[in-house]
Nanobody, 123 residues
Framework: VQLQASGGGLVQAGGSLSLSCVAS????????MAWFRQAPGRQREFVGAIRGSGGNAYYADSVKGRFTLSGDSVENMVYLRMNGLRPEDTAVYYCAARRGLVIHYITSSYNYWGQGTLVTVSS
């Protein structure tokens, strides 16, 4: 199983950025796909999740209304569109996958992780 995240970069506050994650080696529709992030000196935290089979996405309160998560079960990809970025969104963003269809919000519930992509928001 491999998760490959991409799309990070430097953006000014208020700007937008899109992240992508391609999953290989797993039955995408049988997994929950999620994004987490980890800022320097802080624990990794949940950003959002969606079932590979489709349906609603679930978000952390801190990003609700600004971030949009979507999936493509044909291409085995999950996307995170981030609008209205703030300096506090600066972090390494990780793509993760969890077997099953139950949405979980903690890191230990996820079976596979991508390598992370850095998002830096300048003020």
């Amino acid at each position: 199983v491999q998760l490959q995240a991409s799309g990070g970069g430097l953006v000014q506050a208020g700007g937008s950025l899109s992240l992508s994650c391609v999953a290989s080696g797993l039955p995408f529709s049988s997994y929950v796909m999620a994004w987490f992030r980890q800022a320097p000196g802080r624990q990794r935290e949940f950003v959002g999740a969606i079932r590979g089979s489709g349906g609603n996405a679930y978000y952390a309160d801190s990003v609700k209304g600004r971030f949009t998560l979507s999936g493509d079960s044909v291409e085995n990809m999950v996307y995170l569109r981030m609008n209205g970025l703030r300096p506090e969104d600066t972090a390494v963003y990780y793509c993760a996958a969890r077997r099953g269809l139950v949405i979980h919000y903690i890191t230990s519930s996820y079976n596979y992780w991508g390598q992370g992509t850095l998002v830096t928001v300048s003020s």
